[in-house]
């Protein structure tokens, strides 16, 4: 016998190239017997260890549940060194994260702690098993319940019970919760709305260059030029925040998401659709930068062919006939916001989109 624990025969005949049918001794470290393997109380303390896992599980489960409905989900919260981030799902992510996490840590300690824990040596056999070996595999299944000692821990049995029965809620809820009526409205709605009370009530909403965020006049834009824009309003919109007492950024990142703009500059000659043309000023024209696809930043403009390319699945849009798909999977044009000078020459909006901006899924 070799150290390893193979017999001469067995080393002679591997290297002569014939295995042996079986190993007598495979080399498997001895079992040494876990504490709550003759310990009553050991065995106890564990199957607690395990249930207060399941029960936190449990416990997450339902502050995913209570969040879901309670939590704004405008609300911010702030963390110092990485800043301001939505509260909605920040709760959302940690308490399923946890309540996953409790399930997933319970069951491993149950495993480590309780199940049986027996190196077991498989003999090599015939890919199909003989119906004899078929039959076992069931019965060994079935004993499987046995072997966790599943009838005996009862805190073990209810406290999983409820962690995967409640688990599966927040998933149903998620799938339901998106089956409701779509938001079409929140698409329709954005900054450049013209206010029709305080402050600016009526006034015009001024192109702002972003990240600059100042004004732009008519005769800074040069033909070929593309500009990308923000409205006037949302500093309107933080100012609000304020005297409301709100935290400044609030809702800012949304609204902003919404309201981007990408501004181009055409020869007038260059027009097929008037409409194009009439709602731009001098060739200056402003459409909504969200992809009508799924939402990407349409940030490319190509000069000669006057087309805007979204960069995530390719749809193009010509910028000559109202900003229509000419290529890829976006089924709408781009909206176009209306625009003018001021007094002053600075660009302007004086209304807001007469559609609803971004993806088209709700007109499906
Ligand atoms: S998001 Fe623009 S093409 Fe898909």
Known sequence: MSEHGTTHDEVSRAATGTLPQRFDDPGLPPHVPRQADHDESAAKRAERQVAVMFGLSIVS???FLVAYFAVDQRSTVFFPGIGSTNAYHLVLGVTLALSLLM??????????TLMPDHE???????LRSSDEDREHAVATILDGGDAAQLPRRNMIKYSLGGALGLFSLPLVLQVAGSLGPTNVSELAETLWDIPTEGKHAGKPIRLMRDP????????EVAIGSVFHVLPESLDWHKEENVEAGRAEWKGVLDEKAKAAVILVRLDPKDFVSTKARDWGYQGIVAYSKICTHVGCPVGLYEQKTHNLLCPCHQSTFDVTRDCEVVFGPAKRALPQLKITVDADGYLVAPEGF???VGPSYWER
């Open 120 to 126: 077991v040596v498989e003999e090599r056999h015939p």
């Open 61 to 63: 489960t339902v502050a």
């Open 354 to 356: 007469k559609e609803p």
């Open 103 to 112: 399930i997933g840590l319970g069951a491993v300690h149950w495993a480590k």
């Open 212 to 219: 600059q965020n100042t004004p732009i006049k008519a005769e």
